[in-house]
């Protein structure tokens, strides 16, 4: 038997270690991703990845070459998961792509030092495969054979650990969380959307929008609003029948009409929101980034349209819904704004909405529409009203703690879900504040006039069985919603059969996909999406299913699930909180 001569050994294992050593540099942000939230197993399997292709006969100083891009990444990489314990998203990339000269003066120095990393990592990488790699060095049956099985690792620890089964979309998942699959991927995605924001401009060049007579010649100002919720349970609105008295300035309002029976299109603000401004039906996003939007049509119809969110421009739940700002004549976000000095604005309230609306109606543009996105009923709760707002006793220290443990799966004590409901609750109340404001406000301005309310899904409270005081699945309170509409004496004279629609329809189960079309039909418009027979101001209101999509992509009948909801289209239905969470209103 021939003897492997020692010094080949020894030549062989310092290539291997070469090869080792490139590849980690290659892989870094998985090693650095350990310490904060990567198993060990996904470091290994990152480290596989880049010599897969060599497992297969590519020499390996070739693929060492060809993933010299990947090693310009590390340094951008490294420096966001020291900042924000995680590796690049779609949403920070295009929050990069869209920042501004004084925004990233901001981040002078990290820039710099960035930039400066990035040449010294790339000079060194250079070098050491260049003297350290052989140029002719291939992998052999053991070093294939050591490749695949480290593949392997992550998914035998699965399947040993927690009987996890091998499929496709687990695969996706595990490169999708490794760098550079993540990186790539999540690149060719912002590319991508950031193209169909810029597509948006040729929609509205291309629609064709048509509007009624009785619009078109009517000389009295007309001012509308469309506010999107966030996270409101329809089952703690008094409105409704909470018996707390989270809606006293609704309830005392002329002329609002609160539909009973609404169904959400999903359960997450990313899938739901764009249903509520385009046609298509629960799920669609990506083709709801492909068509006009109710933006785009009243646009073209020749009014002043205004995008005014209390959220993030970019964040993980609002990067495809703000898309649809694109098609206002004016976007202005209050979240996420960063100043000279590098401080965030990372929450606001939405009472801050209330100065740019009125600014805006002080205008005195005669075709107006605005779309206000709020930030509603969404966590932390604390954090979503004033001190004013606030009816119910709440601290916010430890509102947070409750919701933690709460979340975490501990055993629910009844003092914390009692401080998380009052709080849940104050959320509520400013929401009733908001809205009785902004009704009050177009009161002012003695225009034909309307305001439409619907949440963009609900939230599951101290009353759920599971889940609670979260959302995502598919629940009572997470998918039925508040839809309120309001309409100004003038309009109500003037279109009084588009008003005798909503009345009559304010006990009919159906969903919130016919939102789009039902403001379409309340301004009278008219485009190629429209489909008056899902419009609920239509005397030919028919509503097909009311599907639901979680927040895993599956489509789900609502009312074959939950066929017991369809009792609530005959009363206003009764929902008293138990006792652990009625707390004492403030005077």
């Given at each position: ?20 050593l ?12 350990c310490?904060?939230?990567?198993p ?15 497992a ?23 420096a ?17 792509l ?7 003066s ?115 100002r ?99 819904t ?48 605005f ?6 009923s ?14 119910y ?10 919701l933690?443990?709460?979340?975490s ?17 104050n ?11 902004l ?66 329809h ?75 969470a ?6």
């Open positions: 038997m021939k003897k492997w001569p020692l010094n080949e050994f020894a030549q062989t294992s310092r290539t291997w270690f070469a090869v080792f490139a590849v980690s540099l290659i892989t870094l942000p998985n090693l650095i991703a310490f904060y939230w990567l060990a197993s996904q470091w290994l399997f990152g480290l596989a990845l880049p010599l897969l292709a060599c297969f006969g590519m020499r390996v100083r070739l693929m060492l070459w060809l993933a010299v891009p990947l090693v310009l990444l590390v340094p951008a990489c490294l966001c998961l020291f900042s924000i314990q995680n590796l690049p998203s779609t949403f920070l990339i295009l929050a990069l869209e920042t501004n000269q004084a925004e990233l901001a981040f002078q120095a990290p820039v710099i030092f960035a930039g400066l990393g990035t040449l010294l990592l790339l000079a060194l990488y250079i070098a050491f495969v260049r003297s350290r790699v052989p140029a002719d060095f291939r992998l052999g049956i053991l070093g294939r054979l050591v490749v695949f099985s480290t593949l392997l690792v992550p998914i035998i620890w699965d399947l040993s650990c927690y009987g996890q089964t091998v499929s496709v979309a687990a695969i996706k998942e595990r490169c999708l969380s490794t760098f550079p699959c993540s990186t790539v991927y999540y690149g060719y995605e912002a590319f991508s959307i950031r193209s169909r924001v810029q597509n948006r401009k040729e929609l509205l060049d291309q629609l064709t929008v048509s509007q009624e007579p009785e619009f078109r010649d009517d000389a009295r007309q001012v509308h609003m469309m506010v999107i919720g966030e996270s409101a349970s329809k089952s703690c609105f008094s409105l409704y029948g909470y018996e707390r008295e989270t809606t006293p300035l609704l309830e005392q309002t002329p002329g609002l009409l609160p539909f009973r029976d609404v169904a959400s299109t999903a359960t997450v603000t990313l899938l739901a929101v764009p249903s509520l401004l385009t046609s298509p039906p629960a799920g669609k996003v990506i083709e709801s980034t492909r068509q006009a939007s109710l933006l785009s049509a009243y646009k073209k119809a020749g009014f002043r349209v205004y995008w005014l969110s209390a959220q993030k421009k970019h964040g993980t739940f609002d990067t495809l703000s898309i649809f700002s694109t098609d206002a004549d004016e976007s202005v976000f209050l979240g996420g704004k960063i100043d000279l000095d590098g401080k965030g604005t990372y929450d606001a309230t939405d009472a801050g909405l209330l100065p740019l609306v009125r600014e805006r109606l002080q205008r005195n543009e005669p075709k107006v529409l779309v206000l996105h709020t930030i509603g969404h966590g932390p709760y604390p954090g979503r009203y004033t001190p004013e707002q606030a009816r006793p709440a601290d916010k220290d430890a509102v947070n703690s409750a933690q443990r709460i979340r799966g501990m055993a629910g004590d009844p003092h914390d879900l009692e401080l998380a409901q009052n709080s849940y609750d959320t509520i109340c400013a929401t009733d504040s908001l809205l009785a404001t009704i009050n406000d177009l009161k002012q301005t003695h225009a034909s006039s309307w305001l439409c309310y619907i949440s963009d899904h609900g939230e599951n409270t101290s009353t759920a069985r599971f889940g609670k005081f979260m959302h995502g699945m598919v629940s009572r309170q997470v998918v039925e919603v508040p839809m309120l509409m309001w309409v100004s004496p003038s309009y109500e004279q003037a279109h009084a059969t588009k008003v005798a629609g909503l009345k009559s304010l006990t009919t189960p159906f969903s919130a996909s016919c939102t789009f079309h039902t403001l379409l039909d309340m301004g009278g418009l008219s485009c190629p999406d429209f489909k008056p027979e899902w419009s609920t101001a239509s005397p030919r209101f028919s509503p097909g299913p009311r599907q639901v999509c979680d927040s895993n992509g599956l489509i789900i009948d609502y009312d074959q699930k939950f066929p017991a909801q369809q009792s609530t289209t005959q009363v206003l239905p009764q929902q008293p909180t138990p006792k652990l009625t707390g004492t209103p403030r005077p």
